[in-house]
């Protein structure tokens, strides 16, 4: 079984920054590309930012040049360094990954995380 777990989740100011990680654990080979995405309350989880196996990433047009989307395929963790956070950026936000190959030739897709809170204060 694989499992992805999300943090670094937080109250912050409107303007503040907040780095948010997504860990993924068990017997990995190796992983597609990975996103983050995320849901405010009423309305429909959407994508923020996804990342390829090989690093090229992509935005949402709401966050393009305040966020940025990383990963270490060494460490199975994808990253998300949020800044110039505005209040509508709160959300609960969910780490994805498309594929995942584990040991013994297990494949899991469409794997996510429970999520973590955001909660930007104007």
């Known amino acids: 079984q694989v499992q992805l777990v999300e943090s670094g989740g937080g109250l912050v100011q409107a303007g503040g920054s907040l780095r948010l990680s997504c860990a993924a654990s068990g017997m990995i080979l190796s992983i597609n590309a990975m996103g983050w995405y995320r849901q405010a309350p009423g309305k429909q989880r959407e994508l923020v930012a996804r990342?390829?196996?090989?690093?090229?990433?992509n935005y949402a047009d709401s966050v393009k040049g305040r966020f940025t989307i990383s990963r270490d395929n060494g460490k199975n963790t994808v990253y998300l360094q949020m800044s110039s956070l505005k209040p509508e950026d709160t959300a609960v936000y969910y780490c994805n990954a498309d594929q995942i190959t584990a040991t013994l030739n297990r494949r899991y897709f469409g794997v996510w995380g429970q999520g973590t809170l955001v909660t930007v204060s104007s």
């Open positions: 990342i390829t196996s090989d690093g090229r990433p």
